[in-house]
Nanobody, 125 residues
Framework: VQPVESGGGLVQAGGSLRLSCAAS????????MGWFRQAPGKEREFVAAINWSGGGTYYADSVKGRFAISRDNAENTVYLQMNSLKPEDTAVYYC???????????????????WGQGTQVTVSS
């Protein structure tokens, strides 16, 4: 599974963006998927995750109520809908895959096996 992110860009505060992550491989539905982000000068942090079926999701407190993660296993794609964006959401956003068939997706970076190259999201004030 090789994730490839798209959909980043420049948006004003209060606006919305939808990130997509297309993953190659026939076993996509066996993986939990996560979104992480890294702002300049900061460590990479967890944003959201979804389990293999899409029935379980988890969010960082900083994005809860504003971001929504979803997946389409038929299309091998996971999405991150980002609403009410704030300047502090500015970061490179990474998609990652975790070979985890459990009900609860991991929030730990080290649990994820495959990573995309990232897509830049910039929110202007």
């Amino acid at each position: 599974v090789q994730p490839v992110e798209s959909g980043g860009g420049l948006v004003q505060a209060g606006g919305s963006l939808r990130l997509s992550c297309a993953a190659s491989g026939r076993t996509f539905s066996s993986y939990a998927m996560g979104w992480f982000r890294q702002a300049p000068g900061k460590e990479r942090e967890f944003v959201a995750a979804i389990n293999w079926s899409g029935g379980g999701t988890y969010y960082a407190d900083s994005v809860k109520g504003r971001f929504a993660i979803s997946r389409d296993n038929a299309e091998n794609t996971v999405y991150l809908q980002m609403n009410s964006l704030k300047p502090e959401d500015t970061a490179v956003y990474y998609c990652a895959a975790d070979r985890n068939f459990g009900a609860v997706p991991s929030t730990r970076e080290n649990d994820y096996d495959y990573w995309g190259q990232g897509t830049q999201v910039t929110v202007s004030s």
